[in-house]
């Protein structure tokens, strides 16, 4: 099974920047997909983005142009370049990994909060 580790969530004022990455480890597995969702405090897990094993991606709309997701493929990790933060991107962030065996499974992160104050 796939293990994801998260980091480089925090506090930030509006219109800042962070960084998060989740590092996916085991054996075994080949990634399909890599990517982030987010849930706000009683809202749905919506998703963020998402970046394919060829490169790929896709990104909400409430996100583009602000957020890019990039991947090391050697590392297995995954990134979130976050600008231009806004009070509504507050939300705990969860990675998720798509990845085969000897079938498709998915992994989710332990979640890493995200606050923007305005």
């Known amino acids: 099974q796939v293990q994801l580790v998260e980091s480089g969530g925090g506090l930030v004022q509006a219109g800042g920047s962070l960084r998060l990455s989740c590092a996916a480890s085991?054996?075994?597995?080949?990634?399909?997909?890599m990517g982030w969702y987010r849930q706000a405090p009683g809202k749905q897990r919506e998703l963020v983005a998402t970046i394919a094993s060829g490169g790929s991606t896709n990104y909400a709309d409430s996100v583009k142009g602000r957020f890019t997701i990039s991947r090391d493929n050697a590392n297995n990790t995954v990134y979130l370049q976050m600008n231009s933060l806004q009070p509504e991107d507050t939300a705990v962030y969860y990675c998720n990994v798509q990845y085969v065996t000897y079938m498709l499974f998915t992994s989710w992160g332990q979640g890493t909060q995200v606050t923007v104050s305005s």
């Open positions: 085991g054996s075994g597995f080949s990634i399909i997909r």
